[in-house]
């Protein structure tokens, strides 16, 4: 049965600030206490899906999360109205506050892991929402996360819906953004590519030192064995600690993959020669690998560029495009190196650029803003068919973003009561728009 991966991307939500909340992220530190366009952000992200939709791709959006999380700040002792807890937490824990303001959940990579009918014994697409246990604010997520996908993939007979696994720091799971499928054509049975930071329970293997490895070893077998996927079709690697001590922390800012081509950085794993032998073992002798070496694209340029945090996509016309963010064009050494890659002929036909500065100053590119869905024919006529992109979603959507969003926040307007009720009213309408029902707690 033919299939095809959709691209379904995280809508910024009306609260998108800069609160450097994601430690071991050097682009989020960098940029914190800075003014945001939260309007400016989800047209930036719209853009890109309608661009890619243009393309004859398959794409959909993923709603935000609700902003304030007033239900978490009352958990942790704040009491009275939502008013008098929103001033409270102003007052008494800042940094609290920013957390359960924060819009995060746009980088949608960490959504879920996802894997497709072809992998799995029951023959359904298996989500697991990511339980992001690493980053408190991260963290308060994945419980709507779920309701959210359930009212994107709501048929029973074709998708199934796991809860997170469980939230503690040994099974530290975040999503897609430490996972990838390879395949020859969407719809084959394929390999899924596992990558984690650390072993939680054998300290003879080695781990960073400095920032947080936020993936598990036993997070990435426990999800195998939800999504039922056989042995002999499953690698599982790790991370190179040297590198996420520089700041690579997810594999998806050190490579990413697209069917039988894997682009990734020649510093992303430990002992990367038996990766790629076990890649090859189970793909075949025509699985591609581009390595880029040090001498060409430092760690440093890696990770301020985000060249690897990019989708790599297979269009309709049989292309093979590397979609980048406008920062690979003003780094001298990766858009020299990129120059090279495309006119070498190794499997990427041509780039894409993007400007995606406002999500990019948080700490995430193309490939953050995306999760990944194979689907054939079938489930994607199961599909909630109003989170899927068209020119008329992409006029009512842009028309939404203009009645709703701020063009400015800083972090001392999250004290504004007046914001939660803007945000409350922006994604009770959003609801209506996509149909997903009542999914936020203020709509029970």
């Known amino acids: 049965m033919k299939a095809v991966e959709a691209n379904f991307d995280g809508l910024v939500g009306p609260t998108h600030n800069y609160s450097g909340l994601s430690y071991g992220n050097i682009a989020s530190a960098k940029n914190s206490a800075k003014a945001s366009n939260p309007k400016q952000a989800a047209k930036q992200g719209l853009a890109k899906m309608k661009t890619l ?18 239900a978490t700040l009352r958990s942790l002792g704040f009491s009275g109205s939502e ?15 920013a957390s359960c303001y924060s819009a995060s959940s746009m980088w949608t990579a960490n959504a879920a892991t996802v894997s497709p009918s072809a992998d799995t ?10 339980n992001l246990v690493n980053q408190f604010h991260r963290s ?8 959210i996908l ?6 029973e007979q074709h998708f199934y819906h796991h809860d997170a696994l469980p939230t503690v720091n040994h099974f530290g799971d975040e999503g897609a953004a430490n996972h990838t499928l390879f395949c020859r054509e969407y719809g084959d049975r394929g390999v899924e590519f596992f990558v984690h930071g650390r072993h939680a329970f054998d300290n003879r293997f080695t781990q960073p030192q400095k920032y947080p490895a936020r993936q598990t070893f036993e997070a990435c077998e426990a999800i195998a064995r939800l999504h039922q996927l056989d042995e002999a079709n499953l690698v599982i690697a790790q991370q190179n600690p040297a590198v996420i001590d520089q700041g690579v922390f997810h594999n998806d800012v050190i490579a990413v993959g697209n069917r039988n081509t894997l682009f990734c950085h020649e510093q992303a794993y430990v002992d990367q020669a038996n990766v790629y032998a076990q890649l090859k073992q189970k793909m075949g002798d025509d699985f591609r690998i581009i390595e880029v070496p040090t001498s060409s694209v430092s760690i440093d340029s890696a990770i301020s560029s985000y060249l690897f945090n990019s989708q790599l996509l297979s269009l309709p016309n049989g292309e093979t495009v ?3 963010p406008q920062e690979c064009e003003e780094n001298s050494q990766v858009k020299r190196y990129v120059e090279q890659l ?4 190794q499997g990427i036909d041509k780039v894409m650029i993007f400007d995606l500065k406002q999500s990019m100053a948080n700490g995430g590119g193309p490939a953050c803003l995306r999760l990944r869905v194979v689907l054939n024919e079938q489930e994607l006529q199961a599909v909630n068919p109003d989170v899927l992109m068209t020119d008329h ?17 800083v972090e001392a307007d999250l004290a504004d009561p007046h914001l939660l009720v803007e945000s409350r009213t922006a994604l009770d309408e959003l609801t209506q728009i996509l149909n997903l029902g009542s999914i936020y707690n203020f709509q029970q």
């Open 53 to 70: 939709a243009d393309l004859g791709l398959v794409q959909g959006l993923i709603a935000p999360q609700e902003r304030p999380d007033i």
């Open 83 to 97: 008013q008098n807890i929103i001033q409270q937490a102003a007052k008494h824990g800042p940094k609290l506050l």
């Open 121 to 130: 014994l029951d023959k359904r697409v298996h989500f697991t929402p990511a």
């Open 140 to 147: 308060i997520e994945h419980v709507t996360t779920g309701k």
């Open 150 to 155: 359930k009212a994107m993939f709501p048929s």
């Open 322 to 324: 590397l979609v980048l």
């Open 342 to 345: 495309v006119s070498s002929q």
């Open 393 to 409: 979603k992409f006029t009512i959507l842009n028309q939404w973003v203009d009645k709703h969003y701020r063009d400015r926040l």
